[in-house]
């Protein structure tokens, strides 16, 4: 891979703990084809494994953070976005690996398509080579609907795993918020980008594999039955709450979040009786419900400045939404989730 103070596109990599996982992220990386002049950094979260010194010793062309302290995968992603030279940057996982013709796809097809905006691969499992999505629509409450339509380019959202997307573009929308700290910053970001008019698209080739949930726990299914963990559950609910009344256009996004609330609170009361531990709500709807109360006054200011940049109707924006729960149609497949 020629190497130049130009690259067509920077390849981020957030990792922590990830030892096991780089090797084949990385050289799947280094061996693309056909993509022109990459450049390749890793911001390592304060990892107590082996990573920095395995990234010294056999990855010296890969321009190296090394945090002090662990800042999440929000801020992360930030601080490589922000010394990355490429026109283009691809915010990649640390448990996905990417075909060789990836990134030449990826550039392709955005110098292809008119306008700007956020592309992504096709999504395999790891394990079983499995097509998982091609991007994800949203429901109602802005939970991630996979896509396996090879019809259907135009998506709601792509998962941070695999984000390919102008440099200008990414400083434009600001990056991450780093309020989020962890799961949801894609969806947010995908949906500030449709409000503003850039599209959110799939590549019509190439994919990725990608471990799910390697890199953060759960969000997975494992024997027909849902993963997750208690972290993760308690950020997802709380940052699709907020993602929903920032981007949701028209007064809508009000009685949607009301309905949203009272949905959590009943799934909340459900699952801690079902399972019949206090610690479903204390550590997952508790908290989410109330961490949106106290920041009520925080997300309207931002829900004003969101707004102002909206260039679609509420119609072109619920295009990319189906309208059944996804929640429901998995606890009918797979029951209910296992939370660790």
Known sequence: MNRTDEPICSVCVANYNGEALLEECLDSILAQ?????????????????????????????????ASSSNVGFCISNNRMAEIARGRYVLLLNNDAALFPDAIATLVDTAQTLPGSGILTLAQYDHATSALVDRGCLLDPFYNP????????????????????????????MG?????????????????????????????????????????????????????????????????????????????????????AILSLLAEGVMLTALRTSPRVWSEIYGPAIAATFKSLAGLRARRTKVQAIRTISLRAYLRAFVPWPQKLRLAAKHGLPTIR
């Open 145 to 172: 609907v996979p896509n396996t339509m090879p019809s259907r380019a135009d998506t709601g959202m792509v998962i941070g795993a695999c984000m390919f997307l102008p440099r200008d573009l990414w400083n434009w």
């Open 175 to 259: 990056g991450f918020p780093d309020w989020i700290e962890s799961i949801g910053e894609d969806l947010y970001l995908c949906c500030l980008a449709r409000l503003s008019g850039h599209y959110v698209r799939v590549a019509d080739r190439s994919g990725y594999r990608h471990r799910q949930g390697a890199s953060f726990g759960g969000n997975r299914v494992t024997d027909n039955k849902l993963q997750t963990t208690y972290r993760r559950r308690r950020l997802s609910e709380r940052n699709k709450l907020a993602v929903m009344l920032l981007c949701t256009p028209s007064p809508l996004a009000w009685l949607l979040w009301l309905i």
């Open 33 to 65: 084809q056909g993509a022109g002049n990459i450049e390749i950094i890793v911001h390592d979260d304060a990892s107590t494994d082996g990573s920095i010194v395995l990234l010294q010793r056999k990855y010296p062309q890969v321009r190296l953070l």
